[in-house]
């Protein structure tokens, strides 16, 4: 029990971890569940598409208080999610209530959960590559500019592979792309269902070459050399997907979170990391294992993602390199405008001595891997408090 409610946990839920020593009862197939009156529900994504209209039906009637689970989603994302699952309206109204990985609007009733960020060092090859961070720094002459990593299809990746491909940038780069499906650039991130929290950031992103943009131009697969693959998935390496599955990330990680390990020469043998994070036009940050590995790691950064995203970081004590580069590209509104800036930064940058810029962000990438060390447990220990805090307040009680 938290506080004065009782707790039922979809065993799937991603908090199950952290909040089963407070349960009352747990479920995994709701139809062999006998509902508690009055209890807090957690439901997990899976559970919601399945069960999608007896979860609505609970909530429409106060019979439990609902609390959809999904902390490995957020803004953008877990907005576009609710819409087509039919929740909007009753998270909007605060029927259900939302646990998310990411910043949302006011208006959409939801716990911001960290939930990447204590996972990163649970991986052995990651705390590895942590304890020996300070050869990113000795190794002063790289065979590669910057790391480049790109799992699913969205416009500012596709934008900005496009953009240093002419440039021949991307051949200096040590870089993936995992995705072919060019439906979600064309979809994706258009702003449809969240108009009302970002009316200056939605149109989509375009980049015209001639007659063409290349935005609509085919690209193929492309994984990093083996050597700098996890030694996990390196056998798994050159799988092309089939007609039916543009996007080869299952095929190349299996059953495992492979997005957040990567051996620790790619690390050593560039000079920072070009994150591409998940979200971009919509102006609420969402932090995925994309920002946390450079961080947790020692690697300097730059990060592609939302506006005010590096103003969130700092918020959160961690330290970017705003004496070295213009992060002025932080605060730019249109999305257009934003991935066109931090290109021309990237192409300015390795135009200069990287050797003097990664020696000048030493001080801040040891600052933050220590914070990091010091918050990633707490960032766990914490959440139970928090999410009792959170219902007791929503449900008045």
Partial sequence: MLGNHKLVLDTGSEVYRELLPWADGEFWNLDQHRIIPGAVYVFCRESVNQWGWLIRELAESGI??????????????????????GLADLVQQGKIVLISGG????????LQYEYFLPKILDFDENVVTAQHSDQIFDQTEKPYKFLFLNGRMRSHRKYLLERFRLSGLLDQALWTN????????????????????????TALIHLEYGV?????????????????????????????????????????FGNTWGDAVVDGAAYRDTYFSLVTETV????????????????????PFIAVANRGFYRDLHRLG??????????SFDTIERSQERVERIATLVEDLCQQDLGSFLSECRDVCKYNQQLYAETRHRVAQDFPDQFRKFIDTHFHE
């Fill in 212 to 252: 063409e943009d290349l935005m609509e131009r085919p690209i193929g697969v492309h994984y990093l050399p083996a050597e700098y693959e996890s030694w996990a998935h390196r056998s798994r390496l050159g799988i092309e997907p089939t007609e039916h599955q543009r996007n080869t990330k299952s095929r190349l």
């Fill in 103 to 110: 910043d949302m609007s006011p208006r959409w009733k939801y």
């Fill in 64 to 85: 439990v208080r609902v609390v959809v689970d999904n902390a490995a989603e957020g803004s953008e994302t877990l907005v576009t999610w609710c819409a087509v699952k």
């Fill in 280 to 299: 971009f036009n919509y102006p609420h940050s969402f932090r995925t294992e994309k920002i946390w590995k450079p961080i947790a790691l020692g690697h």
């Fill in 178 to 201: 995992q995705d072919t499906d060019l439906m979600l650039v064309r979809n994706a991130n258009s702003g449809r269902w969240y108009e009302e929290d970002a009316p200056d950031s």
């Fill in 318 to 327: 961690f330290r970017t390199f705003g004496h070295i580069i213009d992060e």
